[in-house]
Protein backbone atom coordinates (compact mmCIF):
# COMPACT_ATOMS: atom_id res chain seq x y z
CA UNK A 1 0.00 0.00 0.00
CA UNK A 2 1.91 3.53 -1.05
CA UNK A 3 1.97 5.96 1.58
CA UNK A 4 0.79 9.00 0.35
CA UNK A 5 3.61 11.48 1.30
CA UNK A 6 3.33 15.10 0.48
CA UNK A 7 5.84 13.98 -2.18
CA UNK A 8 4.43 11.22 -3.89
CA UNK A 9 0.80 13.62 -3.64
CA UNK A 10 3.29 16.17 -5.63
CA UNK A 11 4.46 13.70 -8.03
CA UNK A 12 0.90 12.66 -9.09
CA UNK A 13 0.08 15.86 -9.71
CA UNK A 14 2.80 17.08 -11.78
CA UNK A 15 2.12 13.95 -13.77
CA UNK A 16 -1.33 14.86 -14.94
CA UNK A 17 -3.11 12.99 -11.93
CA UNK A 18 -2.11 9.74 -14.70
CA UNK A 19 -1.12 6.53 -13.21
CA UNK A 20 -2.39 6.90 -9.73
CA UNK A 21 -2.04 3.54 -8.21
CA UNK A 22 -5.42 2.10 -7.23
CA UNK A 23 -6.51 2.22 -3.77
CA UNK A 24 -8.26 -0.91 -3.01
CA UNK A 25 -7.94 -4.38 -5.19
CA UNK A 26 -11.23 -5.07 -8.08
CA UNK A 27 -11.09 -9.33 -7.25
CA UNK A 28 -12.88 -12.01 -8.95
CA UNK A 29 -15.76 -13.28 -6.86
CA UNK A 30 -15.21 -16.82 -5.77
CA UNK A 31 -17.12 -19.54 -4.61
CA UNK A 32 -16.48 -19.40 -0.65
CA UNK A 33 -15.92 -16.87 2.05
CA UNK A 34 -15.87 -17.03 5.83
CA UNK A 35 -18.19 -14.15 5.76
CA UNK A 36 -20.31 -12.08 3.00
CA UNK A 37 -20.76 -8.55 3.70
CA UNK A 38 -23.82 -7.39 2.18
CA UNK A 39 -23.69 -3.61 1.59
CA UNK A 40 -20.81 -1.83 0.57
CA UNK A 41 -21.07 1.75 2.76
CA UNK A 42 -18.99 2.95 5.36
CA UNK A 43 -20.76 0.26 7.84
CA UNK A 44 -20.52 -2.61 5.21
CA UNK A 45 -16.29 -1.42 4.74
CA UNK A 46 -15.66 -0.81 8.29
CA UNK A 47 -17.25 -4.03 9.49
CA UNK A 48 -14.60 -6.14 7.07
CA UNK A 49 -11.87 -3.83 7.93
CA UNK A 50 -12.24 -5.00 11.54
CA UNK A 51 -13.02 -8.31 10.53
CA UNK A 52 -9.47 -8.66 9.11
CA UNK A 53 -7.62 -6.05 11.53
CA UNK A 54 -8.76 -7.16 15.39
CA UNK A 55 -10.08 -11.31 14.64
CA UNK A 56 -7.52 -12.04 11.99
CA UNK A 57 -10.43 -12.95 9.39
CA UNK A 58 -10.01 -12.02 6.10
CA UNK A 59 -11.70 -14.31 3.90
CA UNK A 60 -14.18 -11.91 3.65
CA UNK A 61 -16.34 -10.53 0.72
CA UNK A 62 -17.97 -7.10 0.52
CA UNK A 63 -20.70 -7.13 -2.09
CA UNK A 64 -21.93 -4.16 -3.25
CA UNK A 65 -24.56 -3.65 -5.99
CA UNK A 66 -23.86 -0.13 -7.30
CA UNK A 67 -20.19 1.52 -6.10
CA UNK A 68 -18.92 1.65 -2.51
CA UNK A 69 -20.00 4.49 -0.84
CA UNK A 70 -22.95 5.08 -2.85
CA UNK A 71 -25.68 4.49 -0.80
CA UNK A 72 -26.34 6.74 2.13
CA UNK A 73 -22.19 6.67 2.91
CA UNK A 74 -22.22 9.25 -0.01
CA UNK A 75 -25.62 11.20 0.36
CA UNK A 76 -25.51 12.30 3.78
CA UNK A 77 -24.08 15.61 5.64
CA UNK A 78 -21.63 14.19 7.28
CA UNK A 79 -22.02 15.47 11.19
CA UNK A 80 -20.51 13.26 14.09
CA UNK A 81 -21.28 13.81 17.70
CA UNK A 82 -21.94 11.88 20.75
CA UNK A 83 -24.79 14.11 22.25
CA UNK A 84 -27.08 11.71 23.08
CA UNK A 85 -29.55 11.90 25.84
CA UNK A 86 -29.12 7.84 26.96
CA UNK A 87 -26.65 6.15 28.65
CA UNK A 88 -26.17 3.74 26.27
CA UNK A 89 -26.75 5.74 23.03
CA UNK A 90 -23.95 8.00 24.40
CA UNK A 91 -21.20 5.31 25.27
CA UNK A 92 -21.97 4.05 21.85
CA UNK A 93 -21.56 7.06 19.83
CA UNK A 94 -19.13 8.85 22.26
CA UNK A 95 -16.63 5.42 21.09
CA UNK A 96 -17.87 6.52 17.40
CA UNK A 97 -16.68 10.03 17.64
CA UNK A 98 -13.39 9.01 19.51
CA UNK A 99 -12.82 6.31 16.57
CA UNK A 100 -13.46 9.30 14.06
CA UNK A 101 -10.59 11.60 15.96
CA UNK A 102 -8.36 9.07 15.28
CA UNK A 103 -9.09 7.95 12.12
CA UNK A 104 -6.90 9.71 9.81
CA UNK A 105 -3.30 8.21 11.77
CA UNK A 106 -5.34 5.06 12.40
CA UNK A 107 -6.53 4.42 8.22
CA UNK A 108 -3.26 6.42 6.91
CA UNK A 109 -6.27 8.71 4.92
CA UNK A 110 -7.14 12.12 5.55
CA UNK A 111 -10.70 12.10 5.95
CA UNK A 112 -10.67 16.12 6.82
CA UNK A 113 -12.39 15.60 9.88
CA UNK A 114 -13.26 19.37 11.44
CA UNK A 115 -14.19 19.49 15.16
CA UNK A 116 -15.90 22.97 14.84
CA UNK A 117 -18.44 22.07 17.14
CA UNK A 118 -22.77 21.41 17.26
CA UNK A 119 -24.78 23.74 18.71
CA UNK A 120 -28.68 22.91 18.83
CA UNK A 121 -31.06 26.15 19.51
CA UNK A 122 -34.08 26.33 21.89
CA UNK A 123 -36.68 28.48 20.72
CA UNK A 124 -38.87 28.13 23.93
CA UNK A 125 -38.30 28.36 27.83
CA UNK A 126 -39.53 24.56 27.59
CA UNK A 127 -36.80 23.65 25.29
CA UNK A 128 -34.29 25.31 27.94
CA UNK A 129 -35.35 23.14 30.24
CA UNK A 130 -35.29 19.98 28.87
CA UNK A 131 -31.92 20.98 27.40
CA UNK A 132 -30.37 21.64 30.89
CA UNK A 133 -31.44 18.29 31.84
CA UNK A 134 -30.42 16.55 28.66
CA UNK A 135 -26.50 18.29 28.88
CA UNK A 136 -26.29 17.43 32.54
CA UNK A 137 -27.16 14.06 31.42
CA UNK A 138 -24.40 14.06 29.05
CA UNK A 139 -21.62 15.75 31.69
CA UNK A 140 -22.81 13.04 33.84
CA UNK A 141 -21.58 10.39 31.58
CA UNK A 142 -18.10 12.23 30.87
CA UNK A 143 -18.64 13.86 27.91
CA UNK A 144 -18.26 17.44 26.95
CA UNK A 145 -20.89 19.53 26.54
CA UNK A 146 -22.49 23.09 27.62
CA UNK A 147 -25.42 25.17 28.29
CA UNK A 148 -25.28 28.75 25.68
CA UNK A 149 -27.06 31.62 26.71
CA UNK A 150 -28.91 33.54 23.40
CA UNK A 151 -25.95 36.04 23.93
CA UNK A 152 -23.39 33.59 23.99
CA UNK A 153 -25.00 31.87 20.39
CA UNK A 154 -25.44 35.40 19.11
CA UNK A 155 -21.66 35.50 19.80
CA UNK A 156 -20.99 32.38 17.89
CA UNK A 157 -23.30 32.73 14.63
CA UNK A 158 -23.81 36.40 13.77
CA UNK A 159 -25.67 35.79 11.03
CA UNK A 160 -28.52 33.75 13.07
CA UNK A 161 -31.80 36.35 13.70
CA UNK A 162 -32.13 36.44 17.23
CA UNK A 163 -34.36 39.14 17.79
CA UNK A 164 -37.26 39.63 20.15
CA UNK A 165 -39.49 39.57 17.11
CA UNK A 166 -38.51 36.92 14.94
CA UNK A 167 -40.68 34.09 13.83
CA UNK A 168 -38.58 31.32 16.40
CA UNK A 169 -37.28 33.47 18.83
CA UNK A 170 -33.78 32.49 20.11
CA UNK A 171 -33.79 31.46 24.08
CA UNK A 172 -30.29 29.46 24.34
CA UNK A 173 -29.09 26.32 23.03
CA UNK A 174 -25.88 23.70 24.15
CA UNK A 175 -22.85 22.97 22.30
CA UNK A 176 -20.73 19.70 22.05
CA UNK A 177 -17.41 21.34 21.10
CA UNK A 178 -16.32 18.09 19.64
CA UNK A 179 -18.38 17.26 17.20
CA UNK A 180 -17.45 18.33 13.51
CA UNK A 181 -17.73 17.28 9.96
CA UNK A 182 -15.91 15.25 7.56
CA UNK A 183 -15.83 14.02 4.07
CA UNK A 184 -17.75 10.99 3.09
CA UNK A 185 -16.27 9.79 0.62
CA UNK A 186 -13.11 9.85 1.91
CA UNK A 187 -14.04 7.73 5.18
CA UNK A 188 -15.13 4.77 3.03
CA UNK A 189 -12.39 5.30 0.65
CA UNK A 190 -9.79 4.53 3.73
CA UNK A 191 -11.33 1.70 4.88
CA UNK A 192 -12.29 0.29 1.58
CA UNK A 193 -8.22 0.79 1.39
CA UNK A 194 -7.81 -0.37 4.62
CA UNK A 195 -9.37 -3.84 4.57
CA UNK A 196 -8.38 -4.33 0.83
CA UNK A 197 -4.79 -4.19 1.98
CA UNK A 198 -5.55 -7.26 4.48
CA UNK A 199 -7.07 -8.69 2.25
CA UNK A 200 -10.48 -8.55 2.10
CA UNK A 201 -12.26 -8.71 -1.12
CA UNK A 202 -14.42 -5.74 -2.41
CA UNK A 203 -17.11 -6.64 -4.60
CA UNK A 204 -18.62 -3.76 -6.72
CA UNK A 205 -21.19 -4.30 -8.92
CA UNK A 206 -22.87 -7.42 -7.91
CA UNK A 207 -26.14 -7.41 -6.25
CA UNK A 208 -27.17 -9.88 -4.04
CA UNK A 209 -31.03 -12.30 -5.49
CA UNK A 210 -31.03 -14.69 -2.63
CA UNK A 211 -29.75 -15.82 0.47
CA UNK A 212 -29.67 -19.66 1.15
CA UNK A 213 -30.65 -20.83 4.18
CA UNK A 214 -30.87 -24.65 5.73
CA UNK A 215 -32.43 -25.92 8.89
CA UNK A 216 -32.30 -22.41 10.20
CA UNK A 217 -28.71 -21.94 8.86
CA UNK A 218 -26.63 -19.77 6.59
CA UNK A 219 -25.20 -21.68 3.92
CA UNK A 220 -24.62 -19.31 0.96
CA UNK A 221 -25.80 -16.10 -1.21
CA UNK A 222 -26.75 -16.16 -4.27
CA UNK A 223 -25.52 -12.79 -6.39
CA UNK A 224 -25.79 -11.64 -9.76
CA UNK A 225 -21.87 -12.83 -10.55
CA UNK A 226 -22.51 -16.26 -8.78
CA UNK A 227 -23.40 -18.28 -5.79
CA UNK A 228 -21.36 -18.01 -2.83
CA UNK A 229 -20.91 -20.99 0.13
CA UNK A 230 -20.78 -19.07 3.17
CA UNK A 231 -21.94 -20.15 6.96
CA UNK A 232 -21.84 -16.63 7.87
CA UNK A 233 -23.85 -13.20 6.24
CA UNK A 234 -24.14 -9.88 7.47
CA UNK A 235 -26.60 -6.96 6.22
CA UNK A 236 -25.51 -3.24 6.14
CA UNK A 237 -27.74 -1.66 3.68
CA UNK A 238 -29.68 0.94 5.48
CA UNK A 239 -33.02 2.06 4.07
CA UNK A 240 -32.94 -1.43 1.88
CA UNK A 241 -32.53 -3.95 5.47
CA UNK A 242 -35.80 -5.03 5.55
CA UNK A 243 -35.55 -6.49 2.10
CA UNK A 244 -32.33 -7.84 2.21
CA UNK A 245 -33.49 -9.49 6.10
CA UNK A 246 -36.61 -10.94 4.11
CA UNK A 247 -34.77 -12.92 1.54
CA UNK A 248 -33.62 -14.88 4.84
CA UNK A 249 -36.68 -15.46 6.50
CA UNK A 250 -36.45 -12.62 8.98
CA UNK A 251 -38.53 -9.66 9.70
CA UNK A 252 -37.51 -6.53 10.75
CA UNK A 253 -39.30 -3.54 12.78
CA UNK A 254 -37.82 -0.98 10.16
CA UNK A 255 -39.76 1.83 8.17
CA UNK A 256 -37.50 3.23 5.15
CA UNK A 257 -38.18 6.93 4.62
CA UNK A 258 -36.27 9.49 2.28
CA UNK A 259 -34.36 11.79 4.27
CA UNK A 260 -33.21 14.75 2.03
CA UNK A 261 -30.24 17.53 2.31
CA UNK A 262 -29.24 20.28 -0.04
CA UNK A 263 -26.28 22.74 -0.94
CA UNK A 264 -26.28 26.39 -1.75
CA UNK A 265 -23.89 28.40 -4.27
CA UNK A 266 -20.41 28.51 -2.36
CA UNK A 267 -19.35 31.62 -0.35
CA UNK A 268 -16.81 32.62 1.39
CA UNK A 269 -16.73 31.52 5.05
CA UNK A 270 -18.98 32.32 7.24
CA UNK A 271 -20.71 30.31 9.15
CA UNK A 272 -18.12 28.13 11.93
CA UNK A 273 -20.48 25.51 13.22
CA UNK A 274 -22.83 22.63 12.19
CA UNK A 275 -26.13 24.56 13.93
CA UNK A 276 -29.61 22.56 14.21
CA UNK A 277 -32.98 23.60 14.83
CA UNK A 278 -34.68 20.88 15.80
CA UNK A 279 -38.29 22.51 16.13
CA UNK A 280 -38.24 23.52 12.67
CA UNK A 281 -36.05 20.34 11.64
CA UNK A 282 -33.51 22.26 10.08
CA UNK A 283 -29.65 22.61 10.18
CA UNK A 284 -26.73 23.58 8.81
CA UNK A 285 -22.90 23.50 8.04
CA UNK A 286 -20.39 25.41 5.88
CA UNK A 287 -18.29 22.54 3.41
CA UNK A 288 -14.57 23.22 2.78
CA UNK A 289 -15.65 24.34 -0.61
CA UNK A 290 -18.07 27.58 0.44
CA UNK A 291 -21.53 25.52 0.41
CA UNK A 292 -23.58 26.14 2.89
CA UNK A 293 -24.87 22.17 3.45
CA UNK A 294 -28.59 22.30 4.47
CA UNK A 295 -30.57 19.08 6.00
CA UNK A 296 -34.20 18.77 6.79
CA UNK A 297 -36.80 16.20 8.16
CA UNK A 298 -37.80 12.59 6.73
CA UNK A 299 -40.79 12.40 4.65
CA UNK A 300 -43.73 12.05 6.31
CA UNK A 301 -43.97 8.57 4.20
CA UNK A 302 -42.66 5.33 4.07
CA UNK A 303 -40.78 5.71 0.38
CA UNK A 304 -37.03 3.83 -1.07
CA UNK A 305 -36.87 7.14 -3.15
CA UNK A 306 -33.82 9.53 -2.90
CA UNK A 307 -35.11 12.39 -4.15
CA UNK A 308 -37.11 13.54 -1.20
CA UNK A 309 -40.34 15.65 -1.77
CA UNK A 310 -41.03 19.70 -2.85
CA UNK A 311 -43.19 20.08 -0.03
CA UNK A 312 -39.90 19.12 2.79
CA UNK A 313 -38.21 21.53 0.57
CA UNK A 314 -39.86 23.99 1.04
CA UNK A 315 -40.29 23.85 4.25
CA UNK A 316 -37.01 23.36 5.44
CA UNK A 317 -35.87 26.65 2.80
CA UNK A 318 -38.75 28.84 4.82
CA UNK A 319 -37.25 27.98 7.85
CA UNK A 320 -33.67 28.38 6.72
CA UNK A 321 -34.34 32.00 5.52
CA UNK A 322 -36.52 33.15 8.84
CA UNK A 323 -33.36 31.53 10.91
CA UNK A 324 -30.91 33.41 8.41
CA UNK A 325 -32.54 36.25 6.76
CA UNK A 326 -29.04 36.90 4.54
CA UNK A 327 -29.03 33.38 3.30
CA UNK A 328 -32.42 34.05 1.33
CA UNK A 329 -29.98 35.78 -1.59
CA UNK A 330 -28.23 32.73 -2.00
CA UNK A 331 -28.88 29.92 -4.91
CA UNK A 332 -29.84 26.47 -4.29
CA UNK A 333 -27.21 24.28 -6.00
CA UNK A 334 -28.79 21.10 -5.88
CA UNK A 335 -30.69 18.21 -3.43
CA UNK A 336 -30.78 15.14 -2.83
CA UNK A 337 -32.10 12.27 -1.00
CA UNK A 338 -31.14 8.94 1.06
CA UNK A 339 -33.20 5.97 2.32
CA UNK A 340 -33.22 5.90 5.92
CA UNK A 341 -34.04 2.95 7.95
CA UNK A 342 -36.03 4.15 11.19
CA UNK A 343 -36.93 1.72 14.34
CA UNK A 344 -39.81 2.48 16.42
CA UNK A 345 -37.29 4.36 19.10
CA UNK A 346 -35.30 5.88 16.33
CA UNK A 347 -32.60 3.81 18.23
CA UNK A 348 -30.17 1.40 16.00
CA UNK A 349 -30.34 -2.03 15.34
CA UNK A 350 -26.91 -4.29 15.71
CA UNK A 351 -27.64 -8.07 16.42
CA UNK A 352 -27.96 -11.48 16.07
CA UNK A 353 -31.16 -13.27 14.12
CA UNK A 354 -33.56 -15.94 15.02
CA UNK A 355 -31.27 -17.07 11.84
CA UNK A 356 -28.13 -19.15 12.61
CA UNK A 357 -24.72 -16.73 10.92
CA UNK A 358 -27.44 -13.84 9.75
CA UNK A 359 -26.41 -10.58 11.23
CA UNK A 360 -28.11 -7.25 10.97
CA UNK A 361 -26.85 -2.96 11.19
CA UNK A 362 -30.31 -1.24 10.38
CA UNK A 363 -32.42 1.08 12.41
CA UNK A 364 -29.32 4.04 12.07
CA UNK A 365 -32.01 6.54 11.23
CA UNK A 366 -30.68 9.55 10.43
CA UNK A 367 -27.16 8.40 12.43
CA UNK A 368 -25.40 6.21 10.58
CA UNK A 369 -22.65 8.02 8.95
CA UNK A 370 -21.54 9.00 12.64
CA UNK A 371 -21.87 5.67 13.58
CA UNK A 372 -19.45 3.92 10.86
CA UNK A 373 -16.23 3.52 13.06
CA UNK A 374 -18.25 2.27 16.14
CA UNK A 375 -21.01 0.16 13.87
CA UNK A 376 -18.13 -1.58 11.96
CA UNK A 377 -15.99 -2.58 14.93
CA UNK A 378 -19.17 -3.91 17.27
CA UNK A 379 -20.85 -5.59 14.33
CA UNK A 380 -17.67 -7.40 13.59
CA UNK A 381 -17.26 -8.24 17.29
CA UNK A 382 -20.86 -10.20 17.03
CA UNK A 383 -19.78 -11.76 13.85
CA UNK A 384 -16.73 -13.54 15.25
CA UNK A 385 -18.34 -14.22 18.53
CA UNK A 386 -22.24 -14.95 17.70
CA UNK A 387 -22.97 -12.69 20.33
CA UNK A 388 -23.00 -8.57 20.79
CA UNK A 389 -20.50 -6.42 21.42
CA UNK A 390 -21.02 -5.14 25.29
CA UNK A 391 -21.46 -1.54 23.21
CA UNK A 392 -24.33 -2.88 21.17
CA UNK A 393 -26.18 -5.31 23.51
CA UNK A 394 -28.81 -2.61 24.37
CA UNK A 395 -29.51 -2.18 20.88
CA UNK A 396 -30.03 -6.35 20.27
CA UNK A 397 -33.22 -7.09 18.18
CA UNK A 398 -34.64 -9.01 20.72
CA UNK A 399 -35.38 -5.79 23.00
CA UNK A 400 -38.90 -5.02 20.92
CA UNK A 401 -39.63 -7.88 22.54
CA UNK A 402 -38.55 -7.46 25.72
CA UNK A 403 -39.79 -3.87 26.07
CA UNK A 404 -36.58 -2.17 26.31
CA UNK A 405 -36.97 0.20 24.17
CA UNK A 406 -33.94 3.59 24.17
CA UNK A 407 -36.18 6.14 22.54
CA UNK A 408 -34.03 8.77 20.86
CA UNK A 409 -35.80 10.51 18.97
CA UNK A 410 -35.27 13.90 20.29
CA UNK A 411 -31.61 13.13 20.01
CA UNK A 412 -31.88 12.45 16.53
CA UNK A 413 -32.53 16.12 16.18
CA UNK A 414 -34.90 16.07 13.46
CA UNK A 415 -38.28 15.13 12.27
CA UNK A 416 -38.67 11.15 11.45
Not at 219 to 247: E, F, P, W
Not at 268 to 273: A, L, N, R, S, Y
Not at 284 to 291: F, K
Not at 330 to 358: C, E, H, N, Y
Request: net charge neutral; glycine share 10%; charged share 15%.
Amino acid sequence: METYSAFNLLRHALSGHRNWPASWRSPQLKSRYDVVIIGGGGHGLATAYYLAKEHGITNVAVLEKGWIGGGNTGRNTAVTRSNYFYPESTRFYEHSLKRYETMGRDLNYNIMFSQNGIISLATSRHDMEIYRRWVTSIQLQGVDCEVLSRDAIAEKVPLLNVSASARYPIYGGFLQSRAGISRHDAVAWAYARAASALGVDIVQNCEVTGIQVSDGSITGVQTCLGDIRTDKVASAVAGHSSLVAAMAGVSLPIVSQCLQAMVTEPVKPCFDHVVICPAVHCYLSQSDRGELVIGGGADTHPSYGQRGSLPSTEAVLSAVVELYPAFSRLKLMRQWGGTVDIAPDSSPIVSTTPVTGFYISTGWGTGGYKAIPAGGETLAHTIVHDQPHPLVEPFSLDRFARGRLIDEGAAAGVAH
